[in-house]
């Protein structure tokens, strides 16, 4: 599994949109910045409306080019949400750790993600800003507990320092790809566009990850 920048003239095997969602000012553009261009901007500007950023991945020798698409956290621009989240295959559900109040609204903006995307797709649950550990207001403990209820994915990661950036955006794709893999796989297709409503349950290991005392790694899950 390796990330490139080759020549994008090349077959494309698969297509994955994934979305971010949270507060305004978690961090969701810093980490999409990060991810698809290794870049971290001191003065982001708020996201206005919706933009997205590509990026072409090979994950077991095949192309995956990665839509990652970024909304602003206001809720002047809830309107754009059933447009937002049609076709998404993975999501990632993302909170400041220094603010309290951006973890609390996670659950609702979970009810809102189930409510418009397939109930198959992918969550990840983020815990962003954790180069600030002196400031944090969200225990560790606080986001597992709630990633193990709802069955989402769980890591925290710095835009910043890129901790954990590409690792989080790593395990949503690859366990995006060995679901609709399988799918097509099955039934013969070939390009797939990652059409939700192929996803079926599945868990794999989150890479690099044992926050929890008992050292276990943690599972990524598929939405209930």
Same mark, same amino acid.
């Given at each position: 599994?390796s990330?490139?920048?080759?020549?994008?003239?090349?077959?494309i095997?698969?297509?994955?949109?994934?979305?971010l &969602?949270?507060?305004?000012a978690?961090?969701k /553009?810093q980490? @999409?910045?990060?991810?698809?261009?290794n870049?971290?901007? %001191?003065?982001?500007k708020?996201?206005i409306?919706?933009e997205f950023q590509? $990026?072409?991945l090979?994950i077991?020798? *095949?192309?995956?080019k990665?839509?990652i698409?970024?909304t602003?956290?206001?809720?002047?621009y809830?309107?754009?949400?059933?447009?937002?989240?049609?076709g998404?295959v993975?999501?990632?559900l993302?909170?400041?750790m220094t603010?309290?109040?951006s973890?609390?609204?996670?659950a609702?903006? @979970?009810e809102?993600?189930r409510?418009?995307?397939?109930k198959?797709?992918? &969550?990840?649950l =983020?815990?962003?800003k954790?180069d600030?550990?002196s400031?944090?207001?969200?225990?560790? +403990?606080?986001?597992?507990?709630?990633?193990?209820?709802?069955?989402?994915?769980f890591?925290e990661t710095?835009?910043? +320092?890129?901790?954990? %950036?590409?690792?989080?955006f790593?395990?949503v794709?690859?366990e =995006?790809?060995? &679901?609709i /893999?399988? $799918?097509?796989?099955a039934?013969?297709?070939?390009?797939?566009?990652g059409?939700?409503?192929t996803? *079926?349950?599945t868990? =794999? %290991?989150v890479?690099?990850q044992?926050?929890?005392?008992?050292g276990?790694s943690?599972g990524?899950?598929m939405? /209930?």
């Amino acid at each position: 599994m390796s990330n490139f920048h080759g020549d994008f003239n090349q077959k494309i095997d698969y297509v994955f949109k994934v979305v971010l &969602i949270g507060d305004s000012a978690v961090g969701k /553009s810093q980490l @999409l910045a990060r991810f698809a261009r290794n870049e971290f901007s %001191v003065d982001s500007k708020a996201t206005i409306g919706v933009e997205f950023q590509t $990026k072409t991945l090979a994950i077991d020798h *095949k192309t995956v080019k990665a839509q990652i698409w970024d909304t602003a956290g206001q809720e002047r621009y809830r309107a754009v949400t059933s447009a937002y989240y049609r076709g998404a295959v993975g999501a990632m559900l993302v909170y400041d750790m220094t603010k309290r109040q951006s973890f609390d609204h996670m659950a609702r903006w @979970l009810e809102e993600l189930r409510g418009h995307a397939d109930k198959n797709i992918v &969550i990840m649950l =983020i815990g962003n800003k954790c180069d600030l550990g002196s400031l944090r207001a969200v225990p560790t +403990e606080d986001a597992q507990e709630f990633a193990e209820r709802e069955n989402l994915c769980f890591m925290e990661t710095s835009a910043l +320092e890129a901790t954990n %950036v590409e690792s989080a955006f790593m395990t949503v794709l690859t366990e =995006i790809y060995h &679901i609709i /893999s399988k $799918k097509t796989l099955a039934s013969g297709d070939g390009l797939n566009y990652g059409n939700a409503a192929t996803l *079926k349950g599945t868990r =794999i %290991v989150v890479p690099g990850q044992d926050l929890d005392s008992g050292g276990t790694s943690r599972g990524c899950c598929m939405s /209930s």
